[in-house]
T-cell receptor, first 115, second 113 residues
Framework: NAGVTQTPKFQVLKTGQSMTLQCAQDMNHNSMYWYRQDPGMGLRLIYYSASEGTTDKGEVPNGYNVSRLNKREFSLRLESAAPSQTSVYFC??????????????FGEGSWLTVV | KQEVTQIPAALSVPEGENLVLNCSFTDSAIYNLQWFRQDPGKGLTSLLLIQSSQREQTSGRLNASLDKSSGRSTLYIAASQPGDSATYLCAVRRRAAGNKLTFGGGTRVLVKP
């Protein structure tokens, strides 16, 4: 029972390099999210996709792009990595982005260091 | 803007003691509040979800209360065990933010044997 799977687990990038974080969920969820977690800052939403074919900016979208490839997959791209993007990135999914209170499920995280 | 605060940032208790974790939020117009557990190097696992119309939710040794009028939620863990050592985060889903979750900074808990 995989749930939310994200790759890679660890990555070191040089400033200016690009990379894509991959995320897939096997729960047939409509909504998917990318968060970053920094010490003392909690989790902050980067981008989300309420349903297949749609994406929207979250709280901290600058420097990132996303693609909702299909219902299962939601990728996060750093076009030109900066040291400020050193963080732990979490992908998450939920059945629907409604206020009724669907539980959100998280992947295990991707540790990214930009040097 | 919604602010979600968890105080203290860290907590250490002896095994068997009850744990009380606090979460406060500034905007009471929420759909629900959720408590998560995060183990080191892992993602977040949902513990309890309280709808805005509810006052509390219980699951085993865990009980979470919600007081929207005062902007507070409390997570109680009865008879703590070393396995309860983790970081606990609360998050609110609010109408004004397009139903997105806003997280607190978390409380890191250590239960000493």
């Amino acid at each position: 029972n995989a749930g939310v799977t994200q790759t890679p687990k660890f990555q070191v990038l040089k400033t200016g390099q690009s990379m894509t974080l991959q995320c897939a969920q096997d729960m047939n969820h409509n909504s998917m999210y990318w968060y970053r977690q920094d010490p003392g800052m909690g989790l902050r939403l980067i981008y989300y996709s309420a349903s297949e074919g749609t994406t929207d900016k979250g709280e901290v979208p600058n420097g990132y792009n996303v693609s909702r490839l299909n219902k299962r997959e939601f990728s996060l791209r750093l076009e030109s990595a900066a040291p400020s993007q050193t963080s732990v990135y979490f992908c998450a999914s939920s059945e629907a982005d409604r206020g009724s209170g669907n539980t959100i499920y998280f992947g295990e995280g991707s540790w990214l260091t930009v040097v | 803007k919604q602010e979600v605060t968890q105080i203290p940032a860290a907590l250490s208790v002896p095994e068997g003691e009850n744990l009380v974790l606090n979460c406060s939020f500034t905007d009471s117009a929420i759909y629900n509040l959720q408590w998560f557990r995060q183990d080191p190097g892992k993602g977040l696992t949902s513990l309890l979800l309280i709808q805005s119309s509810q006052r509390e939710q219980t699951s085993g040794r865990l009980n979470a209360s919600l007081d929207k009028s005062s902007g507070r939620s409390t997570l109680y863990i009865a008879a703590s065990q070393p396995g309860d050592s983790a970081t606990y985060l609360c998050a609110v889903r609010r109408r004004a933010a397009g139903n997105k979750l806003t997280f607190g900074g978390g409380t890191r808990v250590l239960v000493k044997p």
